[in-house]
């Protein structure tokens, strides 16, 4: 039997209506949180991501620690000055996981002691800004994606597992201004490998990622009216070859398509190309209807990030500070590579999840050269930072901007107090112990 609150403890709870939710890139907006003394006694509705996320435990002041060592939060502002101020080439990084105004202030900090700031997210690969400025990308909010998409093509994704909520608010179980029922006015299909979303599509085209181009270059020929090369094209895509001509003909009939793409289908390997034949085909489908691309992108403020830094640097995703001007090098200045190179002295970073992900090469130069590393959860992590400050957590004690994986710009707020900075303050701490 699931414990019922007395109505004297009820009446004791502090209700927040409305918050957002840093738990995934959906950040949705309509949470309902009881506290009670600060602490979350429940979430509404119920999702396992949000939970996770707001009652993962906090830091403390007592977790500020230098080299492991418990100390106070000057001495730890002091150290972090005085490592980049050391260094030749500090990186900057995970900066998708504290709001855009902290971002802000890191990228002053990494202007003054010549950084690099890479504002992507180390695992997840996502070529939208340079995709924007090669061939363009029709894409959409979430919410044309809930008033407006009659078909939605999930390809290589699997928001049912990373995204819980992205079925029942946006894609597919929402009702809408242009799909009133809902689920019923929806036609859904899936690409890709199967897993729990495409298992709950209307269609699904198993497809593997050799035969991904190849698909695509069909899509598009089949847009054009091109006839392309039968044999060639049979021969890689086989059965898949007559599923995308059905697939092309209902495109065709639907009112608003919407592509929904994730880490499958961007594939760090194959580079811009598949999102950018994917831009290719959407395009002059507004001929005859209307369709656009949302990329299932991770939370809470991947987007955010690279926002500010493109606003602040003119490059999207990231730049080099290093000379005294932003300079451009996406292929070479990632977070990943430039730790797996060991091509950077020192780095400062907001810890996330991803960090279990790192390539070994990039974990083991993270062991080896001066850290600072700001979290609002336990770190936990094969490396001990030189300098760890624990800072409050964004959407629960920190308030801020951040932005939903559509680019929204969403307001979080504090709901309790902690005494802690939030990031932005200690950012701005160890900026007054640098100089230029
Ligand atoms: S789907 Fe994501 S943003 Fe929405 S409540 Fe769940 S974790 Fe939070």
């Known amino acids: 039997m699931p414990n019922r609150m007395t109505e004297a403890e009820t ?4 209700i927040h209506d409305d918050v957002p939710c840093p738990g995934c890139g959906c950040l949705c907006d309509d949470l309902t949180i009881a506290l009670d003394g600060g602490q979350v006694k429940s979430i509404e509705p119920a999702c396992a991501m949000a939970t996770a996320y707001f009652r993962h435990p906090h830091v403390s002041a007592d977790d500020c620690r230098l080299d492991g ?13 005085e490592i980049l101020q050391t260094a030749k080439a500090p990186l900057f990084f995970g900066l998708g996981e504290t709001t855009s105004e902290a971002v802000r202030k890191a990228i002053d ?43 939605v093509i999930f390809w290589g994704c ?51 990622s050799a035969q991904q181009i190849a698909a695509l270059h069909h899509l598009i020929s089949l847009a054009q009216g091109k006839p392309g090369n039968h044999a060639a094209r ?32 961007l594939r760090r390997e194959a580079g811009r190309v598949p999102l950018e034949l994917l831009a290719q085909f959407v395009r002059p489908m507004h001929e005859q209807t209307r369709g656009a691309i949302s990329i299932l992108r991770p939370g809470p403020n991947w987007v955010g990030a690279g ?12 730049a080099a500070l290093t000379q005294g001007i932003p300079q451009f090098d996406p292929d070479n200045l990632s977070a990943t590579k430039l730790l797996a190179q060991s091509r950077v002295d ?15 090469e990039a974990r083991q130069t993270l062991a080896q050269i001066p850290t600072v590393v700001l979290g609002h959860r336990p770190l936990s992590s094969d490396f001990t930072p030189s300098v760890f400050l ?16 559509d680019d929204m710009p969403l307001p979080v707020r504090a709901l309790a107090q902690e005494n802690l900075p939030a990031a932005e303050e200690a950012v701005q701490a160890i900026l007054e112990r640098t100089t230029a």
């Open 158 to 208: 699997d928001p049912l597992s990373t995204h819980l909520r992205h079925w029942q608010r946006y894609s597919a179980e929402a009702t809408g201004r242009f799909v009133p029922g809902g689920r019923s006015d929806r036609t859904l299909v899936g690409i890709g490998s199967s897993n729990k979303t495409t298992d709950a599509c209307d269609s699904f085209i198993p497809l593997d």
């Open 346 to 360: 020192a780095a400062v970073l907001w810890e996330g999840p991803w960090l279990a992900d790192l390539p070994d």
């Open 109 to 151: 900090l990494a202007d003054r002691v010549g950084g690099i700031v890479d504002a992507t997210h180390p695992t997840f690969y996502d070529p939208t800004g340079r995709t924007i400025q090669t061939t363009g990308l029709v894409t959409c909010s979430l919410g044309e994606i809930r008033q407006r998409a009659d078909m």
């Open 11 to 14: 009446s004791q709870l502090e």
């Open 234 to 265: 049979n021969a890689v895509l086989r059965d898949a070859s007559e599923s995308l001509a059905e697939l092309y003909e209902q495109l065709c009939s639907s009112k608003y398509f919407v592509f929904v793409l994730g880490e499958a289908f």
């Open 307 to 318: 926002g500010v830094v493109a606003s602040r640097t003119g490059y999207p995703g990231g």
């Open 69 to 81: 060592n418990t100390v106070n939060t000057e001495d730890a502002y002091q150290r972090a000055a």
């Open 390 to 405: 624990p800072i409050k957590r964004p959407g629960y004690s920190d308030e801020g901007t951040m932005s939903r994986m």
